[in-house]
């Protein structure tokens, strides 16, 4: 009779099989029930009642990428959650920005950042931009069956380019589609307004600060217009998370510099309150 692993304090055989070097191919091998668009939902007479992330804005300028995402996440008509995080690192060059099912979209994301950092460990080499697009595509076409049950995971994945030397932005559908934009994209129910604000004020040549500042006034605007979408709350000390991706790696903005960037363009507003003309951005 084998010896239990656990016992002998050994890893079992499918650890030690040589095989493929993407993490998600491993556990639908020898663990699919692990998997987020694996598990069965219980019989409902309609979409599942969960808390959903919503706007998420990014921006490109000559050197690198913005990627933001405001704090509110709703269940219905309810606020859930004031202060959720939704943009995330994926690795040392990337991030990527949720909406849809928080709890889903969350969890999708750490699988995410587990397979990235998996292919290196096997590889000995980071994937490519547009590698680590196509395995986050893979992944959300993987949940495509929890998607027609309502728990969509809509990403908007950011990064900069190594190879390229620039910046690059691309956006998903609930099947896995994905579509590279050029100099801006937003995803979820703030979108419209927030790409139509980034329309009027997007130019090829911003600034790294200039393009922080166009994605959280995109994020006001969205807010402004949307119910689902959370502006800057001075009162409670929440601001949107906006991340950086440069040849230097991502950082994020810390809670200091998303204050002061938050209570600038709030100030601004006082004065113009549907926000700034392109030339003064």
Known sequence: ??????????????????????????????????????RPLPPTQGPVEAPHGTTIVAATFPGGVVLAGDRRATMGNVIAQRDIEKVFPADEYSAVGIAGAAGLAVEMVKLF??????????????????????????????????????????PLFAGYDVDREKGRIFSYDVTGGRSEERGYAATGSGSVYARGSMKKLYRENLTEQQATTLVVQALYDAADDDSATGGPDVARRIYPIVAVITDEGCRKLTEEEGSELARSILARRLEQPDGPRAELL
């Open 113 to 154: 950042q587990l397979e990235l950092e998996h292919f290196e460990k096997v590889e000995g080499a980071t994937l490519s931009l547009e590698g680590k697009a196509n395995r986050l595509s893979t992944m959300i076409r993987g949940n495509l069956s929890m998607a027609m049950q309502g728990l969509a995971v809509v």
């Open 1 to 38: 009779m084998e010896a239990n692993p656990r016992s002998t304090g050994r890893l079992p055989a499918a650890f030690l099989t040589p095989g493929s070097s993407s993490f998600m191919d491993f556990l639908s091998d020898h663990s699919p029930e692990i998997l987020p668009g694996r």
